[in-house]
């Protein structure tokens, strides 16, 4: 179904040679980050002047923008270039961009459907940038990831519990959308795509699918990072696959990883990537959050906390990719990468 006779991009040889050598570190929360910064709807939009690199006029007045994270790239990209060039400082050698929710689905609730190509590009591009200041400064490369969040919706399960078989978004939607996301990413220069927080597989497909298309358009296979998230004690996605089923579900795509993030501690995420690193014929990643939140939303586990469990991680050999979701700080993958420094990384079975 798809093509891998496309030729590989050349950071897929460049990374695999890395990850045989050591564990890779994944920045940490971007939106920890901008939090901290406390800024206001006039700093979301930059009095209203929002410019794409087409140096288009996207904003909708009757639609706050407070709270849009990603559109930062375009009205306050100094700010996120340099909390990603803190964390890639800290140790991080992948940086993600900052394009959690640049789908038109997403951006829907911002009235910002038209800017999704603009926000894709720049967001790769700022990521570039951070990473490029990085590596000036101390030899290492850096990768850039571009982010594709789950969206918003879900193809598999009725938002409607009076009408169980309807369905807000179907997989052509996503596919569509993804689709136009991806092909910002890779215009804007990222190394790879990452599919990230997965709660329904089919979401995933959809974006694994929209990704063989736009890789079939420049005529190369960027590496493909795929990370699920387990929402709850059940030790299953939302849309009710277990580790091993999600594992089964995207192998076909040939990822360069696969793992989980998001929603769990380390403590609480552990037995399930211990699952998927069983079972999987990828290298493995991992990314939990800073524990789980308080009453308040915030997330009180320190670098030492955190680190200390991916550790263990690292010392059991499950993962070959370990970094930071909500509530980690510089700090935080600072500590990670000093942790697992001294273990090898996951042997990948055949």
């Not at 709807?41 to 904003?59: K, L």
């Not at 050698?93 to 009235?111: K, M, R, V, W």
């Not at 089923?245 to 993030?261: I, M």
């Amino acid at each position: 179904m798809f093509d891998f006779s496309l030729p590989a991009s050349p950071t897929q040889e460049t990374l695999q040679a890395l990850a045989k050598e050591r564990i890779l570190i994944l920045d940490g929360a971007m939106g920890t980050m901008i939090q901290k910064l406390n800024m206001t709807e006039e700093d979301f939009t930059a009095q209203g002047h929002i410019h794409g690199p087409g140096c288009r006029h996207h904003y909708h007045p009757d639609h706050p923008q407070q709270g849009n994270n990603d559109l930062l790239v375009l009205t306050q990209p100094k700010a996120v270039e340099d909390i990603q060039f803190e964390f890639a400082r800290a140790g991080a050698d992948i940086l993600e961009t900052n394009t959690f929710s640049s789908t038109t689905i997403a951006q829907a609730d911002y009235g910002l459907e038209d800017a999704v190509h603009d926000l894709n590009v720049a967001g790769a591009q700022v990521a570039r940038r951070a990473a490029d200041r990085a590596t000036a400064e101390d030899g290492k490369p850096r990768f850039v990831a571009g982010s594709v969040g789950p969206t918003n919706r879900t193809a598999s399960i009725s938002p409607d519990v009076n009408d169980p078989g309807y369905r807000a978004v179907s997989f052509d939607d996503l596919r569509i959308a993804y689709g136009e996301q991806i092909d910002g990413l890779i215009a804007g220069g990222s190394d790879l795509i990452l599919i990230e927080t997965i709660f329904d597989t089919l979401n995933a497909k959809a974006a694994i699918f929209a990704a063989f298309e736009s890789f079939a358009k420049v005529g190369r296979r960027l590496p493909i990072m795929i990370s699920g998230t387990i929402t709850d004690a059940s030790g299953r996605t939302l849309s009710g696959q277990t580790p091993t089923a999600f594992w089964h579900s995207v192998a076909h795509a040939r990822p360069f990883t696969v793992g989980l993030n998001c929603a769990l501690g380390a403590a609480s995420m552990r037995p399930h990537m211990a699952e998927i690193a069983g079972v999987a014929t990828s290298l493995t990643c991992a990314y939990p959050n800073a524990g789980l939140p308080n009453a308040f939303g915030q997330y009180d586990e320190t670098p030492e906390q955190t680190a200390a469990q991916v550790e263990e991680f690292a010392r059991d050999g499950i993962v070959n990719v370990v970094g930071g979701c909500c509530g980690t700080t510089p700090d935080h993958i600072r500590a990670m990468a000093d942790a697992v420094a001294p273990f090898a990384p996951r042997k990948v079975s055949a």
